[in-house]
Each structure stands twice: as C-alpha cells, then as structure tokens.
C-alpha cells in the first residue's frame, strides 16, 4: 500500500469512530437532533477516505477509474448531509438548501445512470506523479471529468460558500459561540474541497486533501456537539436540583401547614392550652406508659414516682355569673387568665387542657401521690389569691376554681372513661362542699 494512503487510513479510522459515537449518542438520547446527520457526514466522509486510498493503489486506468468515480459520487453524499447537518444545527429551513440537497441528489442518481461520456472518460487519462522529495512519492490514474461531476464539483463549491455564510449570519444573530468554530473548521475543509476541485479539474497535479482537511471540521463540530451536550446534560442537572430544591421547600410548606394544622387541631384557640380531643388522645397514652412500667417493674407504685401520674378536672365557680355580670368577652379574659395561672403552676411536663365551656384538665406526668395533691391545691390558692379585671372600667373580681383529682396508683385497673368519671364526681363534691376546694379522695 503506498505511504500516502497510510494517513487516509487513520483519517477513514477516526471519522468511523466519531461517527459511531455520535450516531449512538443520537440513538440513546434523541435529541439534540445534529447528532444524526453530524454521524452520517462522518461516515460518508469515511467512504470518500476508503475510496481515496483505493486511488491512490491503483495500479491501471481502469482500476484508477473505478476508484475516482466512488470518490467524486460520495462527494455529493458528503454534500447532502453537510447541508442537514447546517439546516439542524441553525434551526432555520432555507429553501434553497433544501434545493440544493435535491440537486445534488438528482446528480449523484445521474453519476450512477449516465454512461462515461457524462462522467469519467478514458479518452483522455491522467497519469498523476506525485513527488516530494524527502517525503513521499505516488503515482495514480485518474480519468477526464464529465458534465456530471463537473457539475456535481461546482455545486459543491456554490453550496459550501453558502453554507458559510449562513453560518456566519447564525452566528451574529443567535449568538451562538459553536457557530464561529464551525465556520473556521468549514473554512480549513473548504480549502481541501477547492484543492480536490482542482485536482481533478487537472489544474494542477497534487493530492486530494479533502479527506484531510476534514478532520479539522470532524473535530470542530465534535466540540461543539459534545459542549452543547455537556451544557444540555449541565442544564437537566440544574433543573433536577432546582426542582429537588423546590420539591424540598414544598414538601417542608406541606409539612409546616401539616404541623400548623394538626397544633390548630390540638389547641383551644380561646387560651392556647391543648384542647379535649388532644386530652383524650394523650390520656390514653399517659394511661398504657404508666401500666407497661408497672407490669415490668416489681418496687411498690407509691415508690416509683416517675411510673405514677395524676388527673384533675378545674372548674372555675360561678363563672355564668361572671358572664352574667360582666359580659361574655370579660368572661373569656377571666377563662385566659386562669390558664395561666394553672400553666405556671405545673411542670413542662405536665399537660394542661381546656375541657369545656369553664373547665380545665391537667394530666400530672411522673409525679408522686403528694406531688399532685400539692400542686392542685397550690393552683387553687393561686387563682384564689388573684383579682381579675374583667373590664377597665370595672373594679378587680375575685374568682376561685374547684377541684376534683385522681391519683393513678389508687386507680390503675380501671379504664380512661371510668377514671374521669370519678374526677368529675370528685369534682361535684368540691362544689357541693362549698367550692373553692380540692378533692382527692
């Protein structure tokens, strides 16, 4: 094989390479669309470097022929898909490419039909001895150009010059930075095409450098492909954060409104304090912690302070009177006040709730039988010793609560209904008893 056909041989090597890659990167992916023609230009150039060496080795006129005639009919193949490579990657339909790349179809189908008159000729053969001292040396047949390949040359020049400065205008109006590195590489390959034009034209003897110059355009639009690829890939990565980031942020809002909505669901809007359906809840859980430590627990219940707990219903006395007197707006001021005077009375452990219309309930968490007596008896004597101010214009009011509470360890057996039972039992025996009172027994 002579040396010349050596560097044909890589250059038909990498541009399969390039063109198998980006054809699977096209059929992976879809989109963006260059990918397809991009991969076919490739490997028709591919075909047009295997032909080239296939001249270069020819050792007869009709061996030299054969080899040019594939050669100048992949030069309208390579044509073809420049031109969709162009028409995708500017995103602009130009009719006269399309009629171009129709032209050129209608060419090669005439180069494939019509006889050597209108293609090569062997009438008048060309001998081409390439010398270059030092260097190299190569002898090849070639036969004289017919109408159709003249045509199909100067086709190919007309349509490469347009196809510049189509590009060039993308460029400067789209502002797309792969456009100018297109063009440079479209400017070395259109150096080798008028060279191979020549060439052939027999204006002068020399080798056919399209196949080389086309590598630099092979690489030009490589690195555009893949750079838009990376910026299309970096692109989906940021929207993938951005839409993790905005997933995030609504899940945390749907979780904030959750827990808005279930404290909503918890609270008594009047004082702030848990209200009954919380209460129901926690007694409930209150009353399996303290029978699961005691089943598995063998000192006596009195002694284990953090396995007991305790329940109190507070009822404020007289309070129709208070609503009676004073408005019901001053009785909801007395109702606030009263919580807090309960709320710091207790341990943060401790669960005040709001029961009804005046009534309150604590749930007294590990806390010993004379723990709770002292700290029901302490939230009487607070609210007792406190002057409410039921209006501005109204003079301080005393208000006092009774009280009826319940010691865990004297009712462990029985269930959450029948132990508030004797809370509001005990509770009406304060009241009866006098008010202002607790009862623990």
């Known amino acids: 094989m002579e040396i010349v056909a050596y560097p044909a041989l890589v250059m038909s090597s990498i541009t399969f390479f390039v063109g198998g890659y980006h054809l699977s990167v096209f059929l992976k992916r879809r989109k963006p669309l ?12 591919t075909m047009y470097d295997v032909f080239c060496i296939g001249l270069y080795n020819s050792r007869s006129l009709a061996e030299g022929i054969f080899w040019q005639g594939l050669q100048l009919q992949t030069v309208d193949v390579i044509s073809i898909f420049l031109i969709w490579f162009v028409l995708v990657f500017t995103g602009k339909k130009q009719k006269i490419l399309i009629l171009f790349a129709l032209w050129f179809a209608l060419l090669l189908g005439a180069s494939l039909l019509l006889g050597s008159d209108f293609t090569l000729s062997p009438l008048r053969p060309s001998i081409k001895h390439i010398l270059v001292p030092g260097f190299l040396q190569v002898t090849y047949y070639e036969g004289e150009l017919g109408i159709a390949y003249l045509a ?42 008028v ?41 989906v990565e940021e929207a993938n954060r951005n839409l993790e980031a905005r997933v995030e942020e609504r899940t945390g809002e749907i979780k904030r409104l959750n827990e808005d909505l279930k404290r909503l669901a918890e609270l008594d809007p009047l004082t702030g304090i848990y209200n009954r359906r919380f209460f129901g809840e926690y007694l409930e859980i209150e009353l399996r912690r303290a029978r699961n430590r005691l089943e598995h627990k063998t000192v006596p219940l009195s002694e284990a302070n953090d396995m007991n707990f305790g329940l109190a219903i507070i009822d404020v006395d007289h309070f129709k ?42 749930l007294f968490t590990r806390t010993s039988k004379e723990g709770i007596i002292q700290a029901v008896e302490k939230i009487r004597r607070s609210v007792a010793g406190h002057r409410f101010q039921p209006t501005e214009d109204q003079a301080a009011h005393p208000v006092t609560v009774s009280i009826g509470a319940v010691i865990f360890e004297d009712v462990a057996e029985l269930s959450s209904a029948q132990i508030l039972y004797i809370a509001d039992e005990r509770l009406l025996a304060a009241k009866a008893g006098g008010r202002n009172r607790v009862i623990c027994e």
């Open 34 to 45: 260059e990918h397809l023609p991009f991969a076919l230009l490739c490997f028709s150039v």
């Open 152 to 193: 199909s040359l100067a086709s190919s020049l007309a349509a490469y010059i347009y196809l510049l400065v189509l590009l060039i205008r993308s460029q400067s109006q789209a502002g797309r930075k792969g456009s100018l590195v297109i063009v440079a590489g479209l400017l070395a390959y259109f150096a080798g095409v």
């Open 195 to 235: 060279n191979d034009i020549l060439v052939a034209s027999r204006v002068y003897p020399f080798l056919y450098l399209s196949e080389y110059s086309f590598m630099i355009i092979v690489l030009a639009m490589s690195y555009v492909l893949l750079s838009e690829f990376v910026s299309l890939y970096r692109a």
């Open 321 to 362: 009177l208070v609503n009676d007197r004073f408005g019901h707006q001053a009785g909801d001021r007395v109702l606030v006040e009263i919580a807090q005077h309960i709320r710091a009375n207790l341990f943060t452990r401790d669960i005040l709730c709001r029961y009804g219309g005046e009534e309150f309930v604590v």
